[in-house]
């Protein structure tokens, strides 16, 4: 949390509100934190953990430790280093990156920029044709998995953003100090364009939005009427590991394995779509009880320790992800940043695993968690 306080000092109050807040009352936000404080670690003492083997599998591809970045939009928001600042970061570190579909890099610059395994996070648009070539350059740039966010068919009551103006394309007056204090952050934006939605702008004829800006276009390609027809039609076009983000329960759970896809990331989207969402830790024993053997478990929310980590596998997840563990990193100190504070929560993972009695990533189970009474 010490990079939060810098990044709040570091960005305008309207991009640091956007990057910290959530939905209504914020009651899912803070939820998805404190609920790992619902569950305890028992230790198996006078075990031999004098190595510790953090490493697993995720997509089919191996890594060095069970966490992997979430795809989260427009890395250049928050520094200039941007989605590239991430990369060679995580080089360090054998992870997943995300690339969103709202990123700041291609998708072929990400390519060559990432030797290690990458997913590109998508929606299913309205033109489906977008939604194709956007799965066509994947598959060209060698990314390995495809992530569907499902849980936003609308933007959620985010009431920070509409206090500082962010995204309505007119900042509120008592954002103007905020952003005179950071002329950088504005010549980035304003100048340098460094905003720009890359990946939609190279798929996107310009006369498809010739009267909004692509960001409006984007939102008019959402898809409310999406269902799980539509997610087998992805499948058969991605032939790949496919990921469903956003869902809670071990029925969408079920739905997915049955539409083709090969993984799930539990989320709420960081308590910023549906306030009092489940926690995605509260979701993790029910699935992993029921489809264990069927997908890939991912709690995506919540994560800023690693005994946060080591809880969610001992349940049943297979990796965690994490958003504003990174971003607020990167906020604060850019490529050097997110390497300082992935490094100290790779330490605190290994630590916990070491207390905990346990020497491999892979002999986690149910005997080292319980819920507190």
């Known amino acids: 949390m010490d990079f939060r306080r810098i990044a709040r000092r570091k960005l305008p109050a309207p991009v640091f509100h956007y990057l910290d807040g959530g939905a209504d009352d914020e009651w899912t936000l803070g939820r998805n934190t404190s609920a790992f404080d619902d569950y305890e670690l028992l230790p198996a003492q006078l075990s031999d953990v004098s190595t510790v083997d953090l490493s697993s599998t995720l ?53 060559v920029a990432c030797s290690g395994p990458k997913m590109y996070q998508l929606y299913v648009f309205k033109d489906r044709g977008l939604t194709k070539d956007l799965i066509d350059r994947c598959k060209e740039a060698g990314f390995q998995a495809l992530c569907l966010t499902v849980d936003g068919p609308v933007a959620g009551n985010r009431e920070r953003d509409h206090v500082y103006g962010f995204g309505t394309g007119k900042f509120r007056f008592r954002s103007v100090p905020s952003l005179l204090r950071h002329p950088g952050w504005l010549y980035r934006v304003l100048v340098k364009n460094d905003l720009e939605l890359v990946n939609l702008a190279t798929s996107v004829r310009p006369d498809q939005f010739r009267e909004m800006s ?7 390609q959402l898809d409310r009427s999406l269902v799980w027809k539509d997610v087998e039609w992805l499948a058969e076009q991605w032939d790949g590991p496919l990921v469903i983000k956003g869902v809670q329960t071990v029925a969408d759970c079920r739905n ?73 990193p990167l906020a604060a100190g850019g490529q050097a940043g997110v390497e300082r504070g992935l490094g100290l929560l790779r330490d605190e993972v290994e630590r916990t695993m070491t207390l905990l009695g346990c020497d491999a990533v892979g002999k986690l189970g149910p005997s080292f968690v319980q819920r507190r009474k």
């Open 59 to 111: 997509f089919g591809e191996r890594i060095d430790w069970p966490v992997m970045i979430s795809p989260t939009g427009a890395s250049k928001l928050f520094h200039a280093a941007g989605e590239m600042g991430v990369i060679r970061a995580i080089e360090k570190f054998g992870m997943v990156y995300s690339l969103s579909t709202i990123g700041t890099t291609t998708i072929e610059d990400v390519s």
């Open 256 to 328: 997915a394995v049955h539409a083709g896809a090969s993984a799930v990331m539990l989320s709420n989207h960081g308590g910023r779509q549906l306030e009092s969402a489940p926690a995605p830790v509260d979701c993790i024993a029910d699935v992993a009880d029921a489809l264990h053997d069927k997908l890939e478990i991912i709690c995506d929310g919540g994560i800023r320790r690693g005994t946060h980590v080591v809880k969610a596998l001992a349940m049943g997840a297979n990796a965690c992800s994490i958003g504003r563990g990174y971003l607020y």
């Open 214 to 220: 692509l960001l409006e276009y984007l939102n008019s």
